[in-house]
């Protein structure tokens, strides 16, 4: 089991930056999944941005189409620690944004097996 500990989050003005980071427990870091999933209120978890594991210095990334260009996810395995990035930030984006780890990259919460707790973006406009 791997603890995910968030923290970046919270109030920025639309149009702004934020930058999210997941702090891992373990050293098996490098070989998960990770993903940044996100959940406004009343709607579903949904993934925003997931990162394959360490293959050399080359990662594969899938975005959200809601949020291409202007999100960015990155990880240090050094650090154990997984990144997003957030720039031209929109009301519509803010959430609880959660990171996660999984075997595999996937988009469904349920493919993913460790949550952080989650951090609070919001976004005013």
């Known amino acids: 089991q791997v603890q995910l500990v968030e923290s970046g989050g919270g109030l920025v003005q639309a149009g702004g930056s934020l930058r999210l980071s997941c702090a891992a427990s373990r050293r098996s870091f490098s070989t998960s999944v990770m993903g940044w999933f996100r959940q406004a209120p009343g709607k579903e978890r949904e993934l925003v941005a997931a990162i394959s594991r360490s293959a050399g210095s080359t990662y594969d990334a899938d975005y959200a189409d809601s949020v291409k260009g202007r999100f960015t996810i990155s990880r240090d395995n050094a650090k154990n620690t997984v990144y997003l990035q957030m720039n031209s930030l929109k009301p519509e984006d803010t959430a609880v944004y959660y990171c996660?780890?999984?075997?595999?990259?996937?988009?469904?919460?349920?493919?993913?097996?460790?949550w952080g707790q989650g951090t609070q973006v919001t976004v005013s406009s």
């Open positions: 996660a780890a999984g075997p595999f990259r996937g988009v469904l919460p349920g493919q993913y097996n460790n």
